[in-house]
């Protein structure tokens, strides 16, 4: 028969901080009650749970329960040992063992466990965390975690199987991990890490599926570890099936008020091209927008897809129908300590009391994270004071937007600089940038200040303010300038691909003597003129196909702008500049061909231009030659027939026209390295009304230069480089060739 206990007394022993109340409590044990030994034995484990005892004893004497217990000590203070790639302070903050509290073994090793995956994070899988404890007076210890870092566990190897359209090398390109390279101690990419790993799954699904392959699936991601443990084998297997095409493009209207041909003739998706989701979801929105402009409130788009295995195509049916008559109740932000709430409401393109569209608030949640601002943005949609009602909840986490570099700055053209730069693209917590840069190099010293306001007047209207010096010493001629520029600008766009910006320049330059009291005719009187200032108004206009998305492997780029001077200041003039380039990838995407063609005109009605306002044409818009090296000249000869001055003069009118290719050099991908070869074709001429007194002036008409070469383009942890080795085809006697040049590479 199970023994029962009475206790007409509880002592308790050993508390020190614990109050004896609240062990009774924990304990649950009435006195005078019958309780049996189970129940005894469940208060000892409910006294114990409470996580404040490191032992507890029962012991019944009699009449009289004594419950004697241990209490765990308190914290003095954590430390973190061993640890040189994460700092204590990135550490502490993950830790729930905090100074002051209760220690709990559990806890600790939970903490361990957390500085652990840490490091795995880091690609460091075998670090170790062990928790240590210091003994102190007054029942205090000092918490201590040992680490152990451990070696950054590389990936060696990333296979993928089953790819038949795209090769190793183009999929490893797209992939976010990469195999360990030359550059492994400045790369974390290529570091082992899991959530990685699953990141990049989503991101080939997403490659596969924008290019047509509907039926694409990843049927295994595996890791195996060399037998060294200190690198992985990553495997991918793939099965890609066939490109589908889009079919027939229809539009269906459910709506009596609603003629569905309207809708059909505003669709950019056309049969034949590959199909791709994106081109479903711009479809969608831009027939929603349209109901929108009409007036439609509630229609909804949906895209009924048949598929067509025989010719692998897929019909797309946009079906209008009216949706549910949800509102917009109101859009609550929370999170944004620096951030005013309008700069995130601008994301949005509905207010309170307008009609709920889902797509509308997951296409505002993106253009929140594009922002930059914060580390995380969460926008949900949840019902409001009833059914028809719904409130927008955006919950965001601020990041840093400023910062203060100092760096230092190459260039075959301009040689080594220094530059400091005070950024911040959050101003004030306003979503205005602010941007002050200082930079000297040996022959060119600029100061610029730039502010731009992304929402003027809370309206899709950017304004920007540009104001600059230059000190220039110029490298080929024998004079210097000086120049102060003022423009602001505003821009807004004017079409889904296209942009409008209006602006007002003025602008002083001065040529000044370079040194040398050698100079044409021309030259001397341009310097002869001092500080010249211009007041002009402009307009640019820009269509970049890009921007709809349509094509992940082509785009086109059309700029035309121009410039009309004699609003003040001293010259009239008018200034036309035009740019087109498109690029395209071929073979299923392993070589970029680019073409670009770009000119411009220059024409003065008062006054006349000079060196310094005229088209200066070098390695920037031509390669294989010095900046400003070709184009008129004027060179001035002494008595016995030696050059003493060769001036560049530049010229009123330029036209150049560039073509190239860039393709894998199957080096391995992690290198960052590809080849390219260029041919660039152009001509720079035309002086005005200008005339020499003392020197001779040569290549005042249009001559064409030709060059070809050889690049290479290598991504690098400051930035991605191009080297270009380059060889004049055809050139003047007096222009200045450069056969070799180092740039940052850009793309249009």
Same mark, same amino acid.
């Given at each position: 028969m199970a023994q029962d206990y009475r206790f007409n007394r509880v002592t308790i022993e050993g508390n020190q901080r614990i109050e004896a109340g609240t062990i009774l409590t924990y304990a649950g044990i009435e006195r005078g009650k019958n309780i049996s030994a189970g129940e005894l034995n469940a208060s000892y484990q409910r006294i114990l749970a409470s996580g404040l005892f490191e032992t507890v004893e029962i012991t019944p004497r009699g009449g009289?329960?004594?419950?004697?217990?241990? *209490?765990?000590?308190?914290?003095?203070?954590?430390?973190?040992?061993?640890?040189?790639?994460? +700092?204590?302070?990135?550490?502490?903050?993950?830790?729930?063992? +905090?100074?002051?509290?209760?220690?709990?073994?559990?806890?600790?090793?939970?903490?361990?466990?957390?500085?652990? *995956?840490?490091?795995?994070?880091?690609?460091?899988?075998?670090?170790? !965390?062990s928790p240590k404890i210091i003994r102190r007076s007054d029942n205090r210890v000092d918490l201590v975690f040992e680490v152990f870092?451990?070696?950054?566990?590389?990936?060696?190897?990333?296979?993928?199987?089953?790819?038949?359209?795209?090769?190793d090398g183009r999929l490893r390109r797209v992939l976010q991990t990469k195999q360990a390279g030359i550059l492994r101690a400045l790369i974390r990419s290529d570091t082992f890490v899991e959530d990685r790993i699953a990141f990049d799954k989503q991101v080939l699904r997403d490659f596969y599926l924008s290019r047509g392959y509907v039926d694409f699936r990843i049927?295994?991601?595996?890791?195996?570890?060399?037998?060294?443990?200190?690198?992985?084998?990553?495997? &991918?297997?793939?099965?890609?099936?066939?490109?589908?095409?889009?079919?027939?493009?229809?539009?269906?209207?459910?709506?009596?008020?609603?003629?569905?041909?309207?809708?059909?003739?505003?669709?950019?998706m056309r049969s034949?091209?590959?199909?791709?989701?994106?081109?479903?979801?711009?479809?969608?929105?831009?027939?929603?927008?349209?109901?929108?402009?009409?007036?439609?409130? &509630? !229609?909804?788009?949906?895209?009924?897809?048949?598929?067509?295995?025989?010719d692998l195509s897929l019909d797309v049916e946009f079906v209008l129908s009216r949706g549910?008559?949800?509102?917009?109740?109101?859009?609550?932000?929370?999170?944004?300590?620096?951030?005013?709430?309008?700069?995130? %409401?601008?994301?949005?393109?509905?207010?309170?009391?307008?009609?709920?569209?889902?797509?509308?608030?997951?296409?505002s949640a993106e253009r929140i994270r594009a922002l930059g601002f914060f580390s995380n943005a969460d926008v949900k949609a949840r019902e409001?004071?009833?059914?028809?009602? !719904?409130?927008?909840?955006?919950?965001?986490?601020?990041?840093?937007?400023?910062?203060?570099? &100092?760096?230092?700055?190459?260039?075959?053209?301009?040689?080594?600089?220094?530059?400091?730069?005070? +950024?911040?693209?959050?101003?004030?917590?306003?979503?205005?940038?602010l941007n002050l840069s200082l930079s000297g190099a040996s022959d060119n010293q600029v100061y610029a200040l730039n502010f731009a306001e992304p929402a003027l007047l809370g309206r899709d209207l950017r304004f920007d303010l540009d104001i600059g010096y230059r000190e220039t010493q110029t490298a080929y001629a024998n004079f210097d300038s000086t120049s102060v520029r003022f423009k602001p600008e505003v821009s807004f766009p004017v079409s889904d691909n296209g942009r409008l910006s209006?602006?007002?320049?003025?602008?002083? /330059?001065?040529?000044?003597?370079?040194?040398?009291?050698?100079?044409?005719?021309?030259?001397?009187?341009?310097?002869?003129?001092?500080? !010249?200032?211009?007041?002009?108004?402009?307009?640019?206009?820009?269509?970049?196909? %890009?921007?709809?998305?349509?094509?992940?492997?082509?785009?086109?780029?059309?700029?035309?702008?121009?410039?009309?001077?004699?609003?003040?200041?001293?010259?009239?003039?008018?200034?036309?500049?035009?740019?087109?380039?498109?690029?395209?990838?071929?073979?299923? *995407?392993? /070589?970029?061909?680019?073409?670009?063609? *770009?000119?411009?005109?220059?024409?003065?009605?008062?006054?006349?231009?000079r060196s310094v306002d005229r088209f200066q044409i070098g390695s920037g818009l031509i390669r294989g030659f010095d900046p400003d090296g070709i184009g008129p000249r004027e060179i001035v000869y002494d008595s016995s027939g030696n050059v003493v001055s060769n001036d560049s003069l530049g010229g009123d009118m330029f036209a150049v026209a560039r073509f190239e290719a860039e393709f894998p050099l199957g080096l391995p991908e992690e290198y960052g390295i590809h080849g390219g070869v260029f041919y660039d074709v152009g001509s720079v001429w035309g002086l005005g009304n200008t005339s020499s007194a003392t020197g001779t002036v040569l290549y005042e008409d249009f001559s064409l230069r030709h060059v070809i070469g050889l690049s290479l383009f290598w991504k690098t942890p400051v930035g991605p480089l191009r080297f270009n080795w380059s060889k004049a085809l055809q050139k003047e006697a007096e222009d200045i060739e450069q056969t070799f040049n180092l740039t940052i590479s850009t793309e249009f």
């Open positions: 009289t329960l004594v419950i004697a217990v241990k *209490e765990y000590p308190t914290i003095n203070k954590i430390n973190i040992e061993g640890n040189r790639r994460l +700092k204590d302070e990135d550490v502490l903050p993950l830790l729930q063992s +905090k100074s002051r509290l209760v220690f709990n073994p559990k806890v600790a090793e939970r903490d361990a466990a957390t500085i652990a *995956e840490a490091y795995n994070q880091q690609g460091r899988l075998s670090a170790t !965390v870092e451990g070696g950054i566990t590389e990936i060696e190897r990333i296979s993928i199987i089953g790819n038949e359209a795209y090769s049927t295994g991601v595996n890791a195996e570890l060399t037998r060294e443990r200190d690198g992985y084998f990553i495997t &991918f297997n793939i099965e890609e099936g066939q490109q589908f095409r889009v079919g027939e493009v229809t539009a269906t209207s459910e709506l009596a008020d609603v003629d569905s041909d309207e809708f059909l003739k505003a669709l950019k034949g091209m590959v199909y791709s989701p994106t081109i479903v979801e711009n479809s969608i929105s831009r027939l929603e927008r349209l109901a929108n402009k009409k007036g439609l409130n &509630f !229609v909804r788009v949906e895209p009924r897809i048949t598929r067509n295995d025989r549910p008559r949800v509102f917009v109740e109101r859009i609550d932000i929370e999170g944004n300590t620096t951030t005013m709430d309008r700069v995130i %409401r601008r994301q949005f393109k509905i207010v309170e009391g307008d009609p709920f569209n889902p797509r509308e608030i997951r296409e409001g004071s009833s059914p028809d009602q !719904v409130i927008v909840g955006v919950n965001v986490e601020e990041q840093p937007t400023g910062s203060l570099s &100092f760096g230092g700055t190459y260039s075959t053209n301009t040689g080594f600089g220094l530059v400091v730069t005070l +950024k911040e693209d959050n101003f004030l917590g306003r979503g205005q940038k209006l602006f007002y320049t003025a602008e002083g /330059i001065e040529m000044i003597d370079g040194g040398s009291s050698a100079f044409g005719g021309i030259v001397s009187n341009e310097i002869a003129q001092a500080d !010249v200032w211009s007041s002009s108004l402009g307009y640019s206009y820009s269509f970049d196909s %890009r921007r709809s998305g349509l094509n992940p492997n082509s785009g086109v780029l059309f700029q035309f702008g121009q410039e009309f001077a004699g609003l003040g200041g001293d010259v009239t003039f008018t200034k036309s500049t035009a740019k087109a380039v498109a690029q395209t990838r071929v073979l299923n *995407e392993e /070589i970029t061909l680019r073409a670009s063609i *770009e000119g411009g005109l220059l024409d003065y009605n008062t006054g006349s231009s």
